[in-house]
């Protein structure tokens, strides 16, 4: 006997009363059931059946050219007439059918049905017929009844919670074969009691379904509490979507003081001490996206495999009027607008940096150097180098930069819509590079908190 892996006793004690109903005394018959074809073991649970079965005296001609498997159909007084309507030629009877070429073995002959209804019962048998359909067979009608679903959300903790993301654990308890069937991740809202109809965010799991889950919940913001839960979605009995919903709870993402660092400008404005979407906000971090000008998307790094080099991803410019080839018209400074990046992926009062705000950066702080150890990849060799990191001090709080990073500011360059500033801090530390760049260029953004910004 050979099962697929099940993870509940309890479905292979049904699986052994299911085949004393209708197994030796099947509990549907059909004239002229062949007796080559003979079902041997069936287990279910919520959603898949997996049966074993034997097909004598079908050749491997037969399983290449012609079909072989299982019909089978919600049970009903029907089910008889359906089967023997099939057998007859018609191909129109309402029954589904399932094949699996790779499941004959010699006699033997195992498969998985699936995307079944819970707590169902199905009638079916195992079938085989000719390349031209001219000969068909069909074994004794049996019966079997899928289990009721009753899943399980057994915890979920969230954990290493930033600024843009945090990390969610979730523990459920299905059967991995009705996990295939499902959908199941972690629904977010920005108020409590959460269902399918107030969730904002849904973060569907795509793995290979495992009891204990670990989902990233990207894009979040700071100063927000997120509610959080996790869900299953399944097929009723009565063949429509359905939710499981997990204990709610909640959590709170960084907030902007414990992101800014206060210089003491005369403008008020307070620095980030990371790049957007990085960590570490006592260091720089070293793989922060990159972004065009204007542009919401990031653009992020992939190995080549054949050069083993880190190449940025194809992101497509949405800024770009593909009619006319064109940069589109966003305004010449997008700092706090619908189209800076900072601004819509963190909110409240952050957003791009001017290039007086740069400068004012400059002329208001000492300035110091470290070096620093850099790690990357290349050729898919690991190296290490150093790096020289500016430090920009003032009354005592300081921000760091990489020499030589490029980062965005949110001017554009007088009235050509097609360039805008670039800024770098110069390794001799007393000055800054600007330039004008074209838009598709990628770079970092360093953002700026605004206090005088209007509250959200």
Not at 74 to 100: C, H, I, R
Not at 236 to 260: I, N, R, V
Not at 435 to 445: E, G, H, L, V
Request: proline share 3%; glycine share 8%; charged share 25%.
């Amino acid at each position: 006997m050979q099962f697929r892996l099940l993870f509940n006793v309890k479905y292979v004690l049904m699986a052994g009363l299911l085949m004393a109903s209708c197994g030796d005394n099947p509990t549907d018959t059909v004239d002229e059931a062949s007796g080559n074809l003979k079902i041997e073991n069936v287990s279910t649970t919520a959603f898949t059946c997996t049966l074993n079965g034997q097909f004598k005296g079908i050749t491997n001609l037969d399983v290449v050219l012609g079909k072989h498997g299982v019909l089978y159909c919600v049970k009903s007084n029907q089910s008889e007439s359906l089967f023997k309507s099939w057998k007859n030629g018609n191909d129109d009877a309402e029954l589904k059918m399932y094949t699996n070429d790779r499941g004959f073995n010699g006699e033997s002959y195992t498969g998985i049905i699936d995307g079944l209804l819970p707590d169902t019962e199905y009638s079916f048998c195992l079938f085989s017929q000719t390349k031209d359909k001219s000969v068909r067979e069909i074994s004794d009608i049996h019966s079997f009844k899928t289990l009721a679903f009753n899943p399980e959300i057994k915890e979920i903790s969230i954990k290493d919670i930033q600024y843009i993301d945090a990390g969610a654990e979730v523990e459920f308890g299905i059967d991995a074969l009705d996990a295939r069937l499902c959908e199941y991740g972690v629904m977010l809202s920005d108020r409590s009691g959460i269902d399918i109809n107030t969730v904002n965010r849904i973060i569907k799991y795509t793995d290979e379904y495992d009891y204990k889950i670990s989902i990233k919940i990207k894009d979040l913001k700071p100063d927000r509490i997120y509610y959080n839960c996790a869900y299953v979605k399944y097929r009723s009995s009565e063949g429509k979507d359905d939710y499981l919903y997990g204990p709610e709870g909640s959590f709170m993402t960084m907030t902007s003081d414990q992101m800014w660092v206060d210089l003491g400008l005369p403008s008020g404005i307070k620095w980030a001490n990371c790049d957007l979407g990085g960590y570490i906000f006592s260091n720089n971090s070293y793989s922060t996206p990159c972004y065009m000008w204007g542009s919401l998307k990031d653009v992020g790094y992939h190995l080549d495999s054949q050069t083993g080099l880190e190449e940025p991803d194809d992101v497509k410019y949405e800024q770009l009027d593909d009619a006319t080839g064109s940069y589109k018209d966003i305004g010449s400074n997008i700092s706090g607008t619908e189209y800076d990046v900072a601004k819509q992926k963190l909110g409240g009062k952050w957003r791009m940096p001017t290039v007086a705000e740069v400068e004012e950066l400059i002329s208001s702080c000492g300035h110091t150097s470290e070096m620093t150890t850099r790690t990357y990849t290349n050729y898919g060799q690991e190296y290490t180098m150093q790096v020289r990191i500016h430090v920009l001090s003032g009354n005592g709080n300081e921000v760091r930069f990489i020499d030589h990073e490029h980062y965005w500011c949110g001017d554009a360059v007088g009235s050509d819509m097609a360039r805008s500033f670039q800024f770098s801090i110069d390794k001799r530390v007393e000055t800054i590079n600007y330039w004008d760049t074209d838009r598709m260029a990628k770079s970092k953004i360093r953002p700026v908190w605004d206090p005088s910004m209007p509250d959200e």
